[in-house]
């Protein structure tokens, strides 16, 4: 059994300062869904644990303005029922209904939800699998392996492996804000930027810097009742998006004057399909319309063994989510 040491600061500057001191082997602990999880695979091995559940000033939730503001720490459950999210920002309600379990979403929080790690079984599951991931250098088991569940956007030579969250992807198509606080102080970072891409270095996921914690996630102005996340899994509930698409539209006169469109599953982060959004700017949302629009969504990608058929599903999803998003308009 490794030993560890465990400490609950009460404020964001006091968990810094504790982070700061602890260095590389410290990991913070929100709900602890995943850190405990990979602890158990010995993926994760740290030294001391930073409990910052006794934050209070995490756990705010305030959707009724404006912007919508949300703590690291508020629990999926909670946000999942906020009333207004339900009935006027559904894309962002349902990503969260759509993930993991009800007990699952009662422990889980939003900023940790963010930051989870792969599903890639080579990941979790280590030895005798080589994985950049888990240990950079080794090589990459996926390349050539069980692929079918693995990224055909923005992979690299060094890893394939698929972000498996879902509201990152909901808040990437709402222009989401991240707020950042670290021993340098508060910064703001488009949640766009807080991914990164795997390249050479798929060890180093995330904008974050040593030290740093994500202390809430900021909606403002965004594109609400006509949205959707659709979830496409292998079962209908408790599993990870083979595919999602998180849409949200603004018609007027009959014609699109806004289109946001995401997508989970498929891609090493978050992925926004740019091409696909501006495509359908001023036209009429028609079945045609969306399959065209889902056929650019997939254009470019980068397929392996066993997952082509995410192109051609992936399509499909684009086009039904953006049509159940028009039937809300
Ligand atoms: Fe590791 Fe990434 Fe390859 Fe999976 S896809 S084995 S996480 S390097």
Redesign the pocket.
Known sequence: MQKLDYARPVTTGAAIATLREAGFGARVMAGGTTLYDLMKLDVETPQRIIDINAIEELSRLDTSGDTLEFGALVRMADAAEDPRLKAEFPILSEALWKAASQQLRNMASLGGNLLQR?R?A??RHGEP?A????NPGSG????EGANRN?AIFGGSE????TYPGDFAVALLAMDAVVDIEGPGGTRTLPLADLHLL?GDT?DVETALDPGELISAIRVADPVGRASTYHKIRDRESYAFAMVSAGVALRIEEGRIADARISLGGVATTPWRAGDAERHLLGLRLTPETAAEAGRIAFEGARTQTHNAFKTDLGARTVADALMIAGEKA
């Open positions: 792969t890639c080579y990941f699998f994985c950049n991931k888990r990459c088991a996926a390349l693995h060094a890893c394939i492996a795997p798929p």
